[in-house]
DNA sequence: TAAAATCCCACGAAAACCCATTGTATCCCG
DNA sequence: CGGGATACAATGGGTTTTCGTGGGATTTTA
């Protein structure tokens, strides 16, 4: 796999009246560097009660992937059915949604309620991907470090939030 | 194989009393990008109760790739009858229907039979194609991911059904 | 000629687009 | 080194376009 150009950092956004988001732009320009798509790909996060966001290059890669692996074990009928299902969850529980030329995506009401994102989506760069959340489920959050913790502190005390 | 542009993300659309249903745009657009045909193939789901689509130029590809299977196994008699039925299966079994202007095709009774779809077309990307449920019976069946139903639930609440 | 498919138009809701404002970081030049 | 100008990011709001859908009219098929 080896992506050459990786997400990371950090930042709080306003979802707006009408589900609008900006993706900041340090993430924006590594999706437009993988690729030249200006979508972002969303899923819910299948561990943390979040959203977990790519582009669509990477999906075309996570999917090929998945068809190498059915290939080697076609003769089992488990398998078979263990791919439909995995296919199934990686794009049809995923949403691919363009942002425009400021920037913004409109969140789908899905996905918003899939990663309980309210008023605030704090950003996250995890390297391949990235994960949108909402602070306070971060927070409150046991698995979460807590110097990462500090950081969402750090961005909601930025933004006069308490 | 690895296909540049995949099906994914999800829509619920009516199915009128006509027996026309609107192919979700984001459907479509895939469509369109693979090729420039306004046309799709539907199929009968193998393995689940539902109806499988993809367009035209998929359909090429998967029988070269069914030509190709059996160049490499054309020794055995089982292989030979195997390769029959199933290109029986993806040709004979299968409709290609052109949608019109606004995107909607009239839905074929032995298709709309074979899928048991009513009046609401749950459409579901996989990647290199994509299904169409009635998604009375996607709740139903236990293979399919609890994941995956919620999406189906929160389609049909957002439409105002129960 | 009846039934079925295609075409056509129309409407409401939602999404995409455009423009304007603010704040912040950066640059340039005195 | 300071201060003003500049560029860009994030955000608010209004307008236009698209999408899904219903219904009627016209054409084609059996």
Redesign the interface.
């Known amino acids: 796999m080896a992506l050459e150009h990786l997400f990371q950092g950090s930042a709080l956004n306003a979802v707006d009246g009408k589900g609008r988001v900006s993706i900041p732009s340090f993430l924006r320009g590594v999706v437009e560097r993988r690729g030249d798509a200006r979508t972002i790909?969303l899923a819910?996060h299948e561990a943390f009660p979040c959203l977990s966001a790519y582009d669509?290059a990477y999906?075309?890669l996570k999917?090929?992937k998945l068809?190498r692996l059915l290939e080697k074990e076609e003769t089992s009928p488990d398998a078979?059915?263990e791919y439909?299902?995995r296919?199934?969850?990686?794009?049809?529980?995923?949403?691919?949604v363009p942002y425009d030329s400021s920037g913004r995506i409109l969140m789908p009401?899905?996905m918003r309620?899939?990663g309980q994102i309210g008023d605030l989506a704090l950003f996250l760069g995890t390297g391949e991907t990235f994960q949108i959340w909402n602070p306070d489920l971060l927070l409150k959050d046991s698995r979460i470090p807590e110097d990462l913790k500090d950081i969402a502190r750090f961005r909601l005390e930025e933004r006069g939030v308490s």
């Open positions: 790909v819910k669509p999906a075309a999917h090929a068809e078979e059915l439909q299902q296919n199934l969850m990686a794009f049809a529980a995923s949403e691919e009401p899905m309620r899939k």
